[in-house]
């Protein structure tokens, strides 16, 4: 089993839509969860980051969180096509030993057509 | 505040040579970390170092190390290069002392192995 799963897609969606995009983790001691996107021949820019079970929202995006099922999400509202990328997810797993280590799902492929 | 940066931008090297990879963290970050980006193995965790020490090492072999310096800059070395090690190497920085972390990421070094 992969320590995070994502689905690779692609992901469709009609511009206007809401996108979801979904993530699971192994590691139950994990405590911090990251969304980053990344568009192709480029690098990871941090789109949101969840550290308490539930919903935090940022303009058009909302992060979700649920440890007891070990699940989390990312839902774009209103796409727009420039959101078409790659977005990745990432738990940070080390830092109760000591460290930072992000480990990183396959990521998801998201295209949003006009 | 300046973002992360990474030197070079692209590099071509041949097999058996070594290459050394260079990153500024952001202003204030004492911790950075090291990934490589592959298509068919995604992103991987090299190493973290924080406050001139390694804390992490993933899972490559011992031709890839890294150093930082008082400064919180640091540097990654691959020795006798592979073609399989082609790939883009990023680096994130983070203040690496807290619970709440973020890493935020480089532009990246395109590796090219031929």
């Known amino acids: 089993q992969k320590e995070v799963e994502q689905n690779s897609g692609p992901l469709s969606v009609p511009e206007g839509a809401i996108a979801s995009l979904n993530c699971t983790y192994s590691?139950?001691?994990?405590?911090?969860f990251f969304w980053y996107r990344q568009y192709s021949g480029k690098s990871p820019e941090l789109i949101m980051f969840i550290y308490s079970n539930g919903d935090k929202e940022d303009g058009r995006f909302t992060a979700q969180l649920n440890k007891a099922s070990q699940y989390v999400s990312l839902l774009i509202r209103d796409s727009q096509p420039s959101d078409s990328a790659t977005y990745l997810c990432?738990?940070?797993?080390?830092?109760?030993?000591?460290?930072?280590?992000?480990?990183f799902g396959a990521g998801t492929r998201l295209a949003v057509h006009p | 505040k300046a973002g992360v940066t990474q030197t070079p931008r692209y590099l071509i090297k041949t097999r058996g040579q070594q290459v050394t990879l260079s990153c500024s963290p952001i202003s204030g970050h004492r911790s950075v970390s090291w990934y490589q980006q592959t298509p068919g193995q995604g992103l991987q965790f090299l190493f973290e170092?924080?406050?001139?020490?390694?804390?992490n090492k993933g899972n490559f072999p011992g031709r890839f190390s890294g150093r930082q310096f008082s400064n919180s800059r640091s540097e990654m070395n691959v020795s006798t290069l592979e073609l399989g090690d082609s790939a883009l190497y990023l680096c994130?920085?983070?203040?690496?002392?807290?619970?709440?972390?973020?890493?935020?990421f480089g532009p990246g070094t395109r590796l090219t192995v031929l």
């Open positions: 990432a738990v940070n797993n080390g830092f109760s030993g000591g460290y930072n280590k992000l480990i």
């Open positions: 994130a920085s983070s203040f690496g002392d807290r619970s709440t972390d973020t890493q935020y």
């Open positions: 590691d139950r001691g994990s405590q911090s």
């Open positions: 170092y924080f406050s001139e020490t390694q804390r």
